[in-house]
């Protein structure tokens, strides 16, 4: 017992005495005078000691304010009671205020005191005992001190005197108990917690933190946090530390933590730094819980706002911006250009002949070489600079900080120059130009809606310029535009109004110039602007898909014409009609073909469909297979313009091919270009190697002819022999030269 301790006790026993000694006196009442025993009854009950006066049978004569605060019962309610029903023990109580364990209770030993007591004057001094008492209604585990002693005048009563000492058994008596009730307090605890000391080492940690490290108390005392926080967060999280120690206030940082597993897993720290009484640092205190699931969960919705971000602002199928993005950028281009004084170049281009690609090849192939050129136009401009993908085989190229034209055509041409390199295909290589149309903020228009309109107005005039070419705008190609789509809107309308007409050019066998055929050439009656020829209108139709109709209606007519004339003619006539490629993607050509010579019953030998060599640039199977079946109905095919488009020799004898036209822009130099000459003896040859027909257009001199004849070809047609003409004309031009041969 420490020297504080027996000075307590000695104390308050002394104090009981002198409380015994004035409960006497308040027992001999009758021989004091009112104000002594007044004055008794205050000093009880100012006393901290809980006292009461028990009578001979065991209940309550007198209780000070302590008492009835111990037990929380008002005094008027205590008078008349035994102690023991209010004092309970720390088991069950019956009815009669015994627990039924009989001597082993120890919280029964208060009222087996009183018994002793006041049955044999038995004194008991100090003893300790465990007590449940009430308070707002709970019972609350009490740990008190008490005496019994008898009043001694034969009164047979006794003087109870209780002492609450749970907070000096629980600090003194029992200082375990505290430690332990903190480790089931932190063990049960949902989160991690873990204490250090100054330099920064494991002095404690909690059940959850071992479970979840995976590791034992002791191995973990001694180490240090740094020793399994990632080396990326390591920094950030000493950054953090520092700025706790010179503000002095808690802190909460999230890092990756090594298990024991060597997996990393994120932890949300939440500490304090410890103080010394001497001021100085004591180490750390820290909670901390797992929030790697919330972490992926944040990881999993980042990963999906860039996915719907991607998804908003770039092209799904060449990961280029798209036309969002695309003005967006546009704008803060223009914008910085305005403050600055500078010039932002627009660029739009437009893949020349894709619909082809797309028709002959698919639109896989398609999709490809749309991404390949996206690559290719990426390699030909700056970092800073915006290529973008409109739609379709559209794209627009943003040239920030550009000083002159001449920059804008220097990338232009590189443009240009990286496209006459062939793109892959699983099938073969493909050549692909592109048309650019240039404009320039805010020279032309600080309006981004007008500068994307003058660019694709300069797009097309590249186009009409023969493609794979570029063009700046200028307020004439407005124009040109608008009469584009003028023409566009009028041929709409002009197979049902009955505008358009067939032309026929004669075939004659050369050197006699002996008529073997014609070939069907359109045209266009237009209300307002005269006689339209196809050059001026064929490239709108077929980028418009019109070219299916016209070119339907073109083959019914040309089969009725050779139809009638060839129904008594002793020696028939043979009617050529050219064919677009994009006859053959969108129409069921085959079909159609048959359908219309059945109509209008003509023989498949008096009819010879062109076709150009750009539907062989590609050695489409679909196409392969179509020519050949109209090869077995015993239709004549010809390659028109042969020498100008990608046809190879292994194309030419691949497809069932007939006749070859030598295009008109070597006939006309023949005489005085020794290359255009080689040229078509060299076609020549070829095509009497293949055992095929040749035919040799534009042929306008005699001289022509005659070289011609000289290097061994069959026919031959141009001005030298006659013009196109409207079919009554050439019917009546057939009599007339018949007449005159005759």
């Keep these: 017992m420490t020297r504080e301790l027996f000075m307590h006790s000695f104390i308050w026993l002394f104090g009981l005495g002198l409380i015994v000694v004035g409960a006497r006196r308040i027992v001999r009442t009758t021989s004091r005078s009112r104000a002594e025993r007044n004055t008794l009854k205050s000093i009880l009950d100012a006393s901290p000691v809980c006292l009461a006066l028990i009578d001979s049978h065991a209940a309550v004569q007198y209780a000070n304010p302590a008492y009835t605060e111990l037990v929380s019962v008002p005094p008027d309610a205590l008078i008349g009671r035994q102690p023991g029903v209010l004092l309970g023990c720390v088991h069950q109580h019956d009815n009669h205020g015994g627990c039924g364990k009989g001597a082993e209770c120890r919280g029964c030993e208060i ?27 709970l019972e609350v585990l009490r740990y008190v001190r008490f005496s019994v002693q008898p009043v001694g005048d034969g009164s047979r ?27 089931v307090v932190t063990d049960t605890a949902p989160v991690l917690l873990w204490t250090s000391d100054q330099p920064g080492k494991g002095i404690y940690f909690n059940k959850g933190w071992c479970s979840f490290t995976g590791r034992t108390h002791s191995e973990l005392v001694g180490h240090g946090w740094t020793e399994v926080v990632h080396p990326d967060d390591l920094p950030g999280y000493l950054k953090k530390l520092d700025a706790a120690f010179e503000i002095r206030q808690p802190f909460t940082m999230e890092y990756r933590l090594r298990r024991y597993d060597g997996e990393y897993c994120w932890i949300l720290d939440a500490g304090e730094l410890r103080w010394l009484e001497d001021r100085t ?31 908003a602002f770039y092209d799904v199928l060449t990961g280029l911006p798209n036309r969002l993005l695309f003005n967006d950028r546009f704008c803060q281009a223009t914008a910085e250009a305005g403050r600055h004084k500078q010039n932002v170049g627009l660029m739009f281009l437009d893949l020349d002949n894709f619909k082809m ?31 973008a993908r409109l739609g379709g085989d559209e794209f627009a190229i943003i040239l920030p900080e550009i000083r002159s034209g001449e920059d804008m055509g220097t990338i232009a041409r590189k443009i240009l120059d990286a496209f006459t390199e062939p793109f892959p295909s699983s099938e073969k290589e493909l050549f692909v130009s592109t048309s650019i149309g240039i404009t320039c903020y805010p020279l032309d228009s600080s309006e981004m809606t007008e500068l994307l309109k003058y ?58 110039g002996t008529l073997v055929g014609a070939e069907a050439l359109l045209r266009w009656n237009h209300p307002e602007r005269g006689l339209v020829l196809p050059e001026t209108f064929i490239g709108i139709a077929e980028d418009t898909g019109l070219i299916v109709g016209i070119g339907k209606w073109m083959l019914r007519s040309a089969c009725l014409t050779a139809s009638e004339w060839n129904r008594e003619a002793a020696t028939p006539l043979k009617v050529a009609v050219n064919m677009s490629g994009r006859q053959f993607a969108l129409n069921d050509i085959v079909g159609t073909v048959r359908d219309i010579l059945e109509e209008t019953a003509c023989r498949p030998e008096w009819l010879e469909i062109e076709i150009t060599e750009r539907l062989f640039f590609n050695g489409n199977d679909d196409n392969l297979r179509i020519l050949q079946a109209l090869h077995e109905m015993g239709i004549t095919l010809a390659i028109d313009d042969f020498g100008t488009g990608y046809s190879t020799l292994g194309n030419i004898t691949r497809f069932p091919i007939d006749t070859l036209k ?36 534009g042929v306008e001199t ?25 079919r009554e004309s050439f019917e009546e031009w057939m009599v007339d030269e018949a007449a005159r041969k005759a």
């Design 157 to 183: 009563q006794v003087v109870l005197a209780l002492e609450d000492i749970s907070t000096q058994k629980v600090v003194t008596i029992e200082p375990h108990a505290s430690e332990r009730h903190f480790h």
């Design 357 to 387: 690609v797309n028709d002959t090849l698919g639109h896989d192939t398609g999709d490809r070489l749309l991404c390949d050129v996206s690559a290719r136009l990426r390699s030909c401009v700056r970092d800073y600079d915006t290529v």
């Design 111 to 137: 009222r087996r005191a009183i018994t002793e007591a006041l049955t044999s004057g038995t004194t008991s001094l100090g003893n300790e005992t465990k007590l449940l008492t009430q308070r707002n209604g």
């Design 455 to 512: 660019a694709d107005v300069a797009m097309y005039h590249a186009k009409a310029q023969g493609r794979s070419n570029f063009q700046f705008y200028s307020a004439t190609l407005t124009a040109h535009v608008a009469e584009r789509q003028a023409l566009e809107d009028g041929l709409r309308k002009a197979v049902t109004r009955g505008e358009l007409e067939l032309f026929y050019q004669p075939k004659v066998k050369l050197p006699t």
């Design 702 to 726: 005699l001289a022509q002819a005659s070289y011609l004849n000289d290097f061994g070809c069959d026919l031959a047609q141009g001005y030298l022999f006659a013009k196109p003409m409207p």
């Design 662 to 697: 030598i295009d008109r822009s070597f006939i006309h130099d023949i005489i005085s270009n020794p290359d255009s000459a080689d040229l078509v003896r060299a076609v020549i040859s070829l095509a009497g190697s293949l055992r095929m027909g040749l035919v040799a257009e």
């Design 281 to 311: 640092f004591g180490g750390f205190v820290v909670s901390s819980i797992d929030i790697t699931e919330s972490k992926r969960m944040e990881e999993l919705l980042h990963k999906r706002e860039q996915q719907l971000h991607h998804l």
